[in-house]
């Protein structure tokens, strides 16, 4: 899976804990959005990076290849999304177009 990483999840530590088998692609951008915090951690008790739409901006990101499954369901759980779960996730996994150089 390709995975546009922003905020904490740009770092290559935190991400090696997350998901061992992540590999860095290439840096990235994804447009008309704004880097935003409008979330809060309970654990960490601080705002959190999310992104929202926002015309004419952009969000600048790392662009990482997820090789396994295990590892996606490990970020999943790190970010605070589950399949189906009946309460608002923390996140939700969209599919966006990011531009790569």
């Known amino acids: 899976m390709l995975y546009f990483a ?3 999840n740009m770092d ?3 991400m090696r804990r997350r998901c ?5 692609v290439s840096i990235a ?3 008309d959005h704004e880097l935003a915090f409008s979330r809060r951690s309970t654990r960490r ?4 990076a999310d992104v929202a739409p926002s015309s004419g901006n952009e969000v600048w990101g790392v662009l990482y290849h997820i090789r396994t499954r295990r590892d996606v369901l490990a ?3 790190a970010e605070g999304f ?3 779960r009946k309460r608002i996730n923390a996140y939700d996994r969209e599919r966006r177009q990011v531009w790569s150089p």
């Open 6 to 8: 922003y905020g904490s």
């Open 12 to 14: 290559p530590r935190q």
């Open 20 to 24: 061992p088998s992540y590999r860095f």
């Open 29 to 31: 951008k994804l447009e």
């Open 45 to 48: 008790r601080c705002g959190v």
């Open 75 to 77: 970020l999943d759980k």
């Open 82 to 84: 589950k399949v189906g």
